[in-house]
């Protein structure tokens, strides 16, 4: 039998013992270098000042402490107990007499330049100047003449209290020509009320300041005396 057919491979080539070990020699280097550098890298990272770290930052400045406060100036102590000063009270010797002080000077009243006129205040009915009033019907009214008789525009104000109620009312002389030159009525309610003293009419000047006395009167409570009527004048000339 014949064995030409067969074709025989080349026996594999083996290899050195040697060149393995050279391998697994160079891998444990390269790792203790990477080890070395790893721990190199943690070292600059903690303390970048270490010697061989090629590119160190800059040094920081010293730092500068600051003395503690001491007190030089020294402290003030109070005695223990006060002791008070004591307080001294002139006396006044018998012999000195105090001088008076001058007595205040004695201010004289501006006389109002309008005074009542004689024979004021005086009562009339309503009948005769409200007839449709008939005694529903409380006023006071008047003239305000200048010494020679003439009328004169005022103003005329009426305040006080009528039943317990306030009462202050404003008008011009002038208004109520049905009393005559220089004419004025200001209502006072609109039922008969009596009353003592109570309320006032006075005289003001367009500034607001008053140029006659308060005239005080009473008012009643009947029908022929529901009017009450008070006459002003301007006081004549010396």
Known sequence: MSLDFIDEEEP??????????????????????????L???????????????PFPPPTLP???????????????????????????????????????????????????PYELQPGSPTYTTSKIFHADAGCNWL????????????????NVMVRGELADTPVELFTISGTATNFGPGGYELQLSTHLVASEQ?????????????????????THDNCDENIVLVNFRLKPQP
Not at 69 to 87: F, G, H, I, K
Not at 139 to 154: F, H
Not at 213 to 218: A, G, I, N, S, T
Request: contains cysteine; charged residues 10%; proline residues 17%.
């Open 39 to 53: 721990a190199g890298f943690a070292m600059v990272f903690v303390n970048p000042y270490v010697p061989f770290n």
């Open 198 to 218: 109570t309320l006032y009419v006075q005289l003001f000047d367009p500034n607001g300041l008053p140029i006659s006395p308060l005239v005080y009167f009473d």
């Open 12 to 37: 594999k080539k083996r290899k050195r013992p040697d060149e393995g070990l050279l391998w697994n020699v160079l891998t444990v280097v390269f790792l203790l270098l990477t080890l070395c550098m």
């Open 139 to 154: 006023s006071v009214a008047g003239q305000v003449l200048d010494a020679s008789g003439k009328p004169v525009v005022v």
């Open 62 to 112: 010293a730092v500068v402490s600051l003395p503690s406060p001491t007190a030089t100036l020294p402290l003030m102590t109070l005695p223990p107990t006060w002791t008070p000063v004591p307080t001294v009270t002139p006396t006044v010797s018998s012999t000195d007499t105090p001088t008076p002080l001058p007595a205040p000077p004695t201010l004289t009243p501006t006389p109002f």
